[in-house]
T-cell receptor, first 116, second 115 residues
Framework: AQTVTQSQPEMSVQEAETVTLSCTYD???????LFWYKQPPSRQMILVIR??????QNATENRFSVNFQKAAKSFSLKISDSQLGDAAMYFC?????????????FGTGTRLTIIP | NAGVTQTPKFRVLKTGQSMTLLCAQD?????MYWYRQDPGMGLRLIHY???????AKGEVPDGYNVSRLKKQNFLLGLESAAPSQTSVYFC??????????????FGNGTRLTVT
């Protein structure tokens, strides 16, 4: 079974600085998808960024970027120019790409605090 | 565009009571899911459905039942609530994947407390 590990239960960063959240996963598949979701205090789950395993180029979305290391099974999230609105729980998630298997496996989350 | 709507938002049950959580999506998604979120454990899949009239068990299905009678609705039932089912429940939906990286769209969650 696939597992997703987030080894940092909590992180903090000074406003305007850069922070990196770690995620590793375990799979025997060669084709899969990876995601980062953000959960602010409102409880809503918001998709931050996604990466296809077959793409070598790291995904970027404005201030958010990933460092995808397929061989190391690592998928870290970098947040640049941190803002107060970035404070939230961040979940890394994995999904196989086989049609018909849509289950998303989540890590346990990292709580990010932004220090003004 | 409402997206994924869950009702109710909050509920308190006594042990042994039953209830149904309703999830509705207006994005014509084929796939729907129920997750529960507990502190320190992330989100765990309870049941899911890949189409109208079909359901399947996820990681933690015991104590729950589901039904998908209509494409846009996915119901989660608790027949006899237990304190261990105190949690936040999330519904999500998506298109089928294949080669398309279809993300999950989540509802805002239901906080359930069983006393």
């Amino acid at each position: 079974a696939q597992t997703v590990t987030q080894s940092q239960p909590e992180m903090s960063v000074q406003e305007a600085e850069t922070v990196t959240l770690s995620c590793t996963y375990d799979t025997s598949e060669s084709d899969y998808y990876l995601f980062w979701y953000k959960q602010p205090p409102s409880r809503q789950m918001i998709l931050v960024i996604r990466q296809e395993a077959y793409k070598q180029q790291n995904a970027t979305e404005n201030r958010f970027s990933v460092n995808f290391q397929k061989a190391a099974k690592s998928f870290s999230l970098k947040i640049s120019d941190s803002q107060l609105g970035d404070a939230a729980m961040y979940f890394c998630a994995y999904r196989r790409s086989n049609f018909g298997n849509e289950k998303l496996t989540f890590g346990t989350g990292t709580r990010l605090t932004i220090i003004p | 565009n409402a997206g994924v709507t869950q009702t109710p938002k909050f509920r308190v049950l006594k042990t042994g009571q039953s209830m149904t959580l309703l999830c509705a999506q207006d994005m014509n998604h084929e796939y729907m899911y129920w997750y529960r979120q507990d502190p320190g454990m992330g989100l765990r899949l309870i049941h899911y459905s890949v189409g109208e009239g079909t359901t399947a068990k996820g990681e933690v299905p015991d104590g729950y039942n589901v039904s998908r009678l209509k494409k846009q609705n996915f119901l989660l039932g608790l027949e006899s609530a237990a304190p261990s089912q105190t949690s936040v429940y999330f519904c999500a939906s998506s298109y089928p994947t294949g080669r398309i990286n279809s993300p999950l769209h989540f509802g805002n969650g239901t906080r359930l407390t069983v006393t």
